[in-house]
């Protein structure tokens, strides 16, 4: 099979999972054919003639493509050339990491919920990385994605190189585990994402505010890119007003990301939406409590008090009680990291992976739409 994958020009500070999914899926795509990447404009006001070069670049290759590939986070820009592709037809597809259209509010969120419904039923494919992205497109949209799971590395490359799993969650439920390493007397809190309020670093140092009222002290190391400014400085200020220990790390190597989470006690992730919730399981990866919200994705990765805690979304004071639990109790950390950890082996490997990829290649190779 022969695809295209088309996507928008990323800032290298900005690339999130979802790219490096998509980055991953067309590397494999041409591990077993060919599979060229066409880059698109990232300028609204270019897009319809952003679209005609492409449409004419993939005109000019009739024949060459079997597949061509979208990523619907874009849908309001690629819609035209998507119509124009599947009424010509040749087949689409498209990867849907999250539905957009919940991040607005009023006719906002109509507009971006039917503009998306318009795109992800003009192509052929949709390519759902989670289980809760799947059951979104089929109860809103009423469509039955193609699921290629994201693949994590196995546990034991990541979190310790060199002892095998079994030693590792054997450690996980010893006095000596990570749920132990307290090595201050303040609980260190890690937040690892991008900074923006989709995230929820704002309700997180709201929390560490409500503890240190209740006399628990903590402080909170921070790894991630600002991606609203406005949003940022408003967290600084509650910051500056409530005294609290916040370190700004910017964006790390992912050898410091496991620096810093071998270090930690409590993974804080208030998110408001996740497509999938890799922090979450990058965190268990290392043995890492976790807290976070019980949103979108959040009840698919966590199973309440026993391999991380979730709360009401937007609740801070439940958020603070939650931290307060962890870092107070011992033996809730120990059994809490311990199940984190199982259910890091259980995740989806990169062999889970090809074989879902398989069935792409198969569907894309099916002929015309």
Not at 57 to 66: A, F, I, T
Not at 110 to 136: D, T
Not at 160 to 174: H, K, N, Q, T, W
Not at 198 to 206: H, I, N, P, S, Y
Request: hydrophobic letters at 40%; glycine letters at 8%; proline letters at 5%.
């Amino acid at each position: 099979m022969h695809a295209a994958f088309i996507h928008q020009r990323i800032p290298k500070e900005s690339v999130t999972g979802a790219h490096a999914y998509d980055a991953l899926l067309a590397r494999e795509l041409d591990s077993v054919g060919v599979c060229e990447i066409m880059e698109a404009g990232s300028r609204k006001f270019s897009a319809p003639l952003s679209n005609l070069r492409l449409w004419r670049r993939l005109r000019g290759k009739s024949g060459k493509y079997d597949l061509v590939i979208f990523n619907s986070s874009k849908f309001l820009y690629f819609l035209p050339l998507a119509l124009i592709l599947r009424l010509s037809g040749v087949r689409t597809a498209a990867t849907h990491h999250l539905p957009i259209y919940k991040e607005f509010r009023g006719l906002k969120r109509l507009i971006y919920r039917l503009g998306e419904a318009a795109f992800l039923r003009s192509v052929k494919i949709v390519i759902s990385p989670s289980p809760y992205i799947s059951e979104e497109l089929k109860s809103c949209y009423g469509i039955t994605p193609l699921y290629i799971p994201i693949p994590f590395s196995p546990v034991q490359e990541i979190s310790a190189p060199g002892i095998s799993a079994p030693e590792i969650l054997s450690s996980a439920e010893s006095d000596s585990s990570p749920a132990e390493r307290m090595v201050n007397k303040a609980g260190r809190l890690l937040y690892t994402a991008t900074i923006e309020p989709r995230k929820g670093l704002l309700d997180a140092v709201k929390a560490m505010a409500v503890m240190k009222r209740h006399g628990v002290e903590c402080r909170l190391d921070v790894a991630g890119t600002v991606r609203n400014k406005k949003y940022f400085e408003e967290v600084k200020r509650v910051i500056a007003a409530e005294g609290l220990e916040v370190r700004f790390l910017g964006q790390l190597t992912q050898r410091e990301l496991g620096a810093l989470r071998r270090k930690a006690d409590v993974f804080l992730f208030p998110t408001y939406g996740e497509g999938y919730g890799m922090a979450l399981c990058e965190a268990m990866q290392y043995g890492l409590p976790t807290v976070s919200y019980d949103n979108t994705s959040i009840p698919y990765l966590i199973k309440n008090n026993v391999n991380g805690i979730y709360v009401p979304t937007g609740d801070i004071d439940a958020l603070a009680e939650a931290n307060e639990r962890l870092l107070s109790d011992p033996a809730l950390r120990r059994r809490i990291a311990a199940g984190a950890f199982r259910s890091a082996l259980a995740l989806p490997g990169i062999a889970d992976f090809r074989r879902a990829l398989q069935q792409l290649i198969v569907r894309g190779s099916e002929g015309s739409c």
